[in-house]
Structure formats: C-alpha cells, structure tokens
C-alpha cells in the first residue's frame, strides 16, 4: 500500500512496525519517524487511526491489551460496510474512524463496544 508520493521512510517499513509503535515498543527515534509518515501519508495515518481505535476499542471491551487477529478482521470488516454504505455521499478517503460498533467476544468474556464511524 502506499499513497504514490515519495517519503524518507518506506510505507512498508512503517507498517511493518505499526503494532510496534502502537504498543510503544519501539525507539523513540524510530517513533518520530512513524509520526512524521503520518503527517505526510493518508493512506497510512488511516491505517494507524484505525488500529489505533481497534486496540482502544478492545481493551475498553474486554481489558486485554492482545487485539486477537479474528477479532481485529470482525472490527475491519464493520468498518468496511460502514465505508460501503457511505460511500455514495462522501469521499471515504477521509474517513476518520473514531470508533466502531462491534460485539467483542474473547477467550469466553463477552463485552460490547460500540460507537460510530465518523466521516468529516
Ligand atoms: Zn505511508
Ligand atoms: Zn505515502
């Protein structure tokens, strides 16, 4: 995935790292890199906005700070209807998710979270 415009770090390595810097595992050099991709790459500040908002989501839901990979595609997969159905009015490439609606299920606890997907 990239964006098509030229930028100090590779779009691959920033999403190669992205849990990292979402877990704060990395290096704080390596963390001013992410952030200044961010500010420059869309397609990659969604990318992080949305991990951004799974992980939040899930560990309000169900306290555990591991995004289970089922759960995780779940969340993707309602954003991706949530995209389709409005992507008649408005350009989906700025859409921000702030939050998603979805039923959280993990390792027998059950826990809702829910909230919209914001497009400005
Ligand atoms: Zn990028
Ligand atoms: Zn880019």
Redesign the pocket.
């Known amino acids: 995935m990239?964006?098509?415009?030229p930028?100090e770090t590779e779009?691959g390595e920033v999403l190669d790292h992205l849990y990292e810097f979402l877990d704060n595992e990395m290096p704080e050099g390596d963390c001013v890199k992410l952030r200044v991709h961010f500010d420059?790459?869309s397609?990659?500040f969604e990318k992080y906005g949305l991990e951004q908002a799974i992980k939040a989501l899930i560990k309000r839901s169900c306290g555990c700070d591991d995004t289970p990979t089922d759960l995780r595609a779940k969340v993707l997969a309602r954003i991706d209807s949530i995209r389709t159905q409005r992507s008649g009015e408005v350009d989906t490439s700025v859409i921000e998710v702030s939050s998603v609606s979805v039923e959280v299920t993990v390792d027998g606890t059950a826990g809702h979270g829910s909230a919209v997907a914001t497009a400005e």
């Open positions: 990239s964006c098509g415009d930028h779009c420059e790459c397609p990659c």
